[in-house]
């Protein structure tokens, strides 16, 4: 956001300091103060509330970013140019992250697809040793220990 100190914003519109400063505080236009408590004017907000700014040679070319530091023509070419960069790398960034998020949702499937397998297969051998089991009731009758008499070692000899 480019912004423009009092002096210059006079400059620029052709109106005196004193206008500005009512502007402002009737609220027609607005503006902020930096650090200092210097009133400074964003150029938009000029050309909405005063509409063609004039051009004033080198103080037109000197605007000041939000940290209140003058700027040449050259140092805003230098700081797009920046900014463009980062915004490259920021794609780059972009990029990798989808196409990480891409191999993890495949990875993601992929497992998904192997644990419904792998339930269905122990569903199926379930399935398959319940049907070898003998019914309940016979398991019943075979484990049921009270109904089994006890034998001694003599008669297992025997067989009787």
Known sequence: ??????????????????????????????????????????????????????????????????NGKAMTGHDQAEIIAIKDNQIADLRNQLEKAEAQLQIATTEKTKLLDLLSAEKEEKRELKEEMLALMPPPEERE????????????????????
């Open 1 to 66: 956001m480019e912004r423009v100190s009092l002096q210059q914003a006079v400059k620029m519109t052709g109106k005196s300091e004193s206008t500005l400063r009512r502007d402002v505080k009737k609220g027609k236009v607005s503006a902020v103060r930096d650090d200092r408590g210097h009133l400074r004017f964003d150029i938009a907000e000029l050309q909405r509330a005063y509409g063609e700014l004039k051009n004033t040679g080198d103080d037109a070319q000197s605007v000041e970013q939000g």
């Open 141 to 160: 009758q075979k484990t049921d220990l009270t109904q089994i008499k006890p034998r001694r070692w003599f008669q297992r000899l025997l067989g009787t």
